[in-house]
Structure formats: C-alpha cells, structure tokens
C-alpha cells in the first residue's frame, strides 16, 4: 500500500496540474474523467465502474475518456473526496462514514442497527424521496452524490479473541472508519476506538498496534485482513452504503444530452455492483474458511444492539430534520419483516 500511496501523491500531483494546466484534455483533446476509489481490481465496485467508463468510451467516447483509478492510487478516501470537491478528480467512491464528516445529514446511514435486513436496506437506499435530500447536501461543499454502492453488512473481527458479546470487546483497540458516530458506537459497546483509513489496517493488524477491526466479509480476503485475524463474529452492527460522489463544476459542464447518458450509466453502475456483491460475498466466506483458516461467529446480536441504540436517539435530538427520513425507514423496516 506504501508504494501505492508514493504513486497516488505524484497521480495527484499530475492530476492537478495537468487540471489547471489543460482542463484535463488528453492528446486528441477528450476530456478525461478520473473515477478513485479504494478496492482492488477483484471488488464488485470496481469492476461495475470499469462497465461504466465502457459504457460512457462507447457513447461519448469522441469528447470523453473515464479512467478508473482503484485500490488507493489517488490516495485515501478523504483525500479523493477533497480532491473531488476541487475538481482535481470528477469521481471517486467515498464510505458514508467519511462524508459525515461533510455533510452531518450522512450519519444517519451511519447509525448502527438502523436497518433491520438487507431488504429494508436496499429499498431505502433506492428510495430517491428519501436518499435525494442527503445526497443534495454536500451541493455547497463542491460535490454531489450520484448513486450509492452496497457494502455489505459490517462485523468485528480479530486476531485471536472470539467477540461473543460486547463485554469481550473490552480492552481491545479496534480499527473503525474515521466517523464520530463509529467512535461513539465502539465507547457505548466498551471497545476502545482506533479510528484509521482503510489503507493502513492491514499494517496495524499486523504490528499488533490494534487488535481487530470491522467490516465485511471481502475485507478478510481481497485486504488479507484474514490472513492474521482468525476470529470473525456476526454480530451484523451496520450496513454503512458505499458513495459514488461528483464534482459540481463537472456535472453542471455535461450538456442535458450528456447528463441523460451519466445518468444511465450511474444507475448502470448501482446495478452491476449489486449483482457482483452477493456472489463476491459468497466467495470471499468460503475463502476466508478454508484457505484462511477464519472461524465464523453466529452470536446473540440483541446485547450489542442494545448498546447501542442511545446513538439513534441522539442522532435524532441532533438532527430533528432527519426524523421522516428516519420514520421512512423504519416503515421499510417493518414492511420487510411482515414479507418474510
Ligand atoms: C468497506 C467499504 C469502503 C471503506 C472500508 C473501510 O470496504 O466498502 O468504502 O473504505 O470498508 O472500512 O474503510
């Protein structure tokens, strides 16, 4: 990853000059989108934007050149999203944890337990009455988000102690996302909050400097995470969407005929990456079983949540704004347990 992020400083550095210098404009003058994010060429977001910059080559190919730029070459994730918001880069996919830090509409998406199945998560997430105000609310910030990705169901996992309950929590460092209300999740469920980019766990794992950390089951093999932490538990403690997030000044420049075939392609990418995700889980379970050697936890999920409900209140008495987005999803809550 060191090597990466040595290549990504001087991408960027190239990116920004070659941004002032030339408008981006390659040498037969197409106007180049750069796209960032943090996975590797195998992950299911990757893999449905490399079917986005075919896509858009293939329609708009004589004024406009997408290239996909993955696993951290541009940097960090908050480092993408301000190179976003300046326009260095058009594109890049953001956790929802980081844009928090953005926009305080996103915590919502960060609550724990907030969603109570996949089902319920995925329609609300489709559900543009409900998602179009937060993803509008980074508009003044220099960036919108576009479409969002899933990523799955988050999990504590560790090196050597078996998490069957928020009391064996205790004492150890875990990795979380560089947001408040993960901080504040890993103090009310009594672990002791190490807050990093995505980059830098695998190293921390390693050196021992943390103990565990969180996430979904393609973390433990496309990161290597499995390869030291041999005790994953589903304790199932979020479902935190992935972001696509655009530069304003680039997305007000597409004329309407343009705009239509980004459009298409943005929900061309939603729908890719969706149907790569079940399959990518499935697979990355069963690697981190038997070539990895991870033991899977089922434990009682209801003392965790209960820990950590106190933040849905608070996010609420915080953002009373947020009360209908909320109610709406716990309608869809409700709707999915009645289906199933
Ligand atoms: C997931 C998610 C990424 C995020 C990462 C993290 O992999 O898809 O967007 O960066 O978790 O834990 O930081």
Redesign the pocket.
């Known amino acids: 990853m060191k090597n990466f992020r040595k290549r990504g400083v001087l991408l960027l550095a190239a990116a920004a000059v070659c941004a002032v210098l030339s408008g981006c404009q390659s040498a037969d003058s197409t106007r180049i989108v750069r796209i960032g994010h ?2 590797s060429t195998n992950h299911p ?1 990757h893999i449905a934007l490399t079917e986005f910059q075919t896509f858009i080559n293939d329609r708009l190919g004589d004024k406009y050149q997408v290239e996909v730029y993955p696993s951290e070459l541009l940097g960090s ?1 908050t480092d993408m999203v301000q190179l976003t918001q300046t326009g260095a880069i058009d594109f890049c ?3 929802n ?2 844009l928090e830090t953005f926009s305080k509409n996103y915590e919502i998406f960060n609550l724990p337990y907030l969603f109570s199945s996949a089902e319920a998560y995925h329609a609300a997430m489709d559900d543009e009455s409900l998602t179009n105000p937060i993803f509008d609310s980074t508009v003044k910030a220099g960036f919108t988000a576009v479409t969002w ?1 899933d ?1 799955g169901t ?1 999990n504590f996992y560790t090196v050597n102690t078996p998490i069957n309950s928020p009391a064996d929590l205790k004492g150890l460092k875990i990795r979380v ?1 560089q947001s408040p209300t993960n901080i504040e999740m890993m103090r009310l469920l009594g672990g002791s909050a190490t807050p990093m ?2 980059g830098d ?1 695998y190293t921390a794992l390693q050196s021992h400097i943390i103990d565990g ?1 969180e ?2 089951e ?2 433990l093999t496309d990161n290597g995470h499995g390869d030291v932490c041999k005790y994953y538990s589903y304790d199932m403690h979020q479902m ?1 969407p ?1 972001i696509l997030i655009g530069n304003n000044a680039f997305m007000e420049g597409l004329t309407d005929e343009e705009r239509a075939i980004f459009e298409e392609g943005f929900q061309l990418i939603n729908t890719v990456q969706r149907e790569e995700w079940t399959k990518a889980v499935e697979n990355a379970k069963s690697r981190a079983q038997n070539e990895q050697h991870v033991e899977f936890i089922y434990p009682d999920v209801q003392p965790f949540m209960d820990a950590c409900m106190p933040l849905h209140e608070s996010m609420l008495a915080n953002n009373p704004d947020l009360q209908s987005t909320y109610d709406a999803i716990q309608a869809y809550n409700a709707q999915y347990s009645q289906s199933e």
């Open positions: 943090n996975q977001t994730q996919v953001a956790s944890a980081i990705l990523a988050r996302q980019g995505f766990v950390a996430n979904n393609m973390a935190v992935d």
